[in-house]
T-cell receptor
Framework: NAGVTQTPKFQVLKTGQSMTLQCAQDMNHEYMSWYRQDPGMGLRLIHYSVGAGITDQGEVPNGYNVSRSTTEDFPLRLLSAAPSQTSVYFC?????????????FGQGTRLTVV | ELKVEQNPLFLSMQEGKNYTIYCNYS?????LYWYRQDPGKSLESLFVLLSNGAVKQEGRLMASLDTKARLSTLHITAAVHDLSATYFCAATSWSYGGSQGNLIFGKGTKLSVKP
């Protein structure tokens, strides 16, 4: 039972490069989301999706794109990386509505932009 | 807009002592979560509180929720070193698509338990 799987675990990018952070879940959860964690800031919501084909912005969406073509996968794209995007990124999934009683988090991706 | 505030942000305790972490949230939220995070690790779910007056306990940790005061507490009883970690509370936000699972986090409380 893998839960939420994120890849890669570590990544170093140069300013202006693009990359995709992968997130997959095997629990058939409708809801998936991406957070970034910065020291002293807690976790902040970047984008979220309530089902395949449906995505929306969270608190800090600028510089990030997402898509949700399947229930299982929710990739996060950085089109032109900036040093301000150096952070730890967490993907989460959960059920929706009244059945949502727990959010499951991936192991995180530590991204450094130089 | 939902805001979540935790205090204290840093907490240094001696083993055997009791202490409480407070979590205030600014608008109506239908559930409150507590997570633990060890350095370099992901978030581990501790408690989910669903209704006013809810109290949950696991070992030396007890969480409660007062929706009227918009306050949740995480009480630590007779702390031990293994409890050293960062603790986050989070509430669901109606601002981003309703209670579909969007969590708004506090900044975390870094707990250090010293012998």
């Amino acid at each position: 039972n893998a839960g939420v799987t994120q890849t890669p675990k570590f990544q170093v990018l140069k300013t202006g490069q693009s990359m995709t952070l992968q997130c997959a879940q095997d629990m058939n959860h409708e809801y998936m989301s991406w957070y970034r964690q910065d020291p002293g800031m807690g976790l902040r919501l970047i984008h979220y999706s309530v089902g395949a084909g449906i995505t929306d912005q969270g608190e800090v969406p600028n510089g990030y794109n997402v898509s949700r073509s399947t229930t299982e996968d929710f990739p996060l794209r950085l089109l032109s990386a900036a040093p301000s995007q150096t952070s730890v990124y967490f993907c989460a999934s959960s059920r929706t509505g009244p059945m949502n009683t727990e959010a499951f988090f991936g192991q995180g991706t530590r991204l450094t932009v130089v | 807009e939902l805001k979540v505030e935790q205090n204290p942000l840093f907490l240094s305790m001696q083993e055997g002592k009791n202490y409480t972490i407070y979590c205030n949230y600014s608008t109506t939220s239908d559930r409150l979560y507590w997570y633990r995070q060890d350095p370099g690790k992901s978030l581990e779910s501790l408690f989910v509180l669903l209704s006013n007056g809810a109290v949950k306990q696991e070992g030396r940790l007890m969480a409660s929720l007062d929706t009227k005061a918009r306050l949740s507490t995480l009480h630590i009883t007779a702390a031990v070193h293994d409890l050293s970690a960062t603790y986050f509370c989070a509430a669901t936000s109606w601002s981003y698509g309703g209670s579909q699972g969007n969590l708004i986090f506090g900044k975390g409380t870094k707990l250090s338990v010293k012998p």
